[in-house]
């Protein structure tokens, strides 16, 4: 059973620089995290930390990575989109700005949405789910 891992101790492992037999442990507490949405912030802010610190993390667990990557809707760091599930590379390819055919980028999950109001002409909610987003971290 994986050693749950406070955010703190997480950020100190990944600072640190060794993760020495941890990573398990690591990505668990992030999908626990993840799984809790007032606690979602909390997991990003790790997972885009573990992505820092990927080469570190070891090939054995960069499946479990970019499935979090997926799941936290954070695309633009996922590197190889075609070793993830279908369901993931969907949602990969759902990320891509349609308006810009042949795109060679990817948004996360708040870029879309906020692209997508953009492109529908609501910049007055935009603004406000803006500063909602900003002070709710």
Request: net charge negative; proline share 4%; hydrophobic share 40%.
């Amino acid at each position: 059973m994986a050693e749950h891992l406070t955010v703190d101790a997480g950020r100190r492992l990944l600072r640190d620089g060794d993760l020495n037999g941890h990573t398990f442990d690591l990505l668990a507490s992030i999908a626990r995290l993840a799984a809790r949405s007032e606690t979602r912030g909390e997991a990003r802010d790790l997972l885009i930390r573990t992505h820092e610190a990927a080469d570190r993390v070891g090939s054995t667990f960069q499946p479990i990575l970019q499935s979090l990557t997926a799941t936290l809707g954070l695309f633009p760091y996922i590197d190889e989109p075609l070793q993830m599930s279908t369901q993931e590379q969907l949602a990969f390819e759902s990320h891509r700005p349609p308006h810009l055919d042949g795109a060679a980028f990817v948004f996360h999950s708040a870029q879309r949405e906020i692209y997508e109001r953009l492109l529908a002409g609501d910049s007055h909610s935009l603004s406000a789910y803006i500063v909602w987003e900003v002070c709710d971290r």
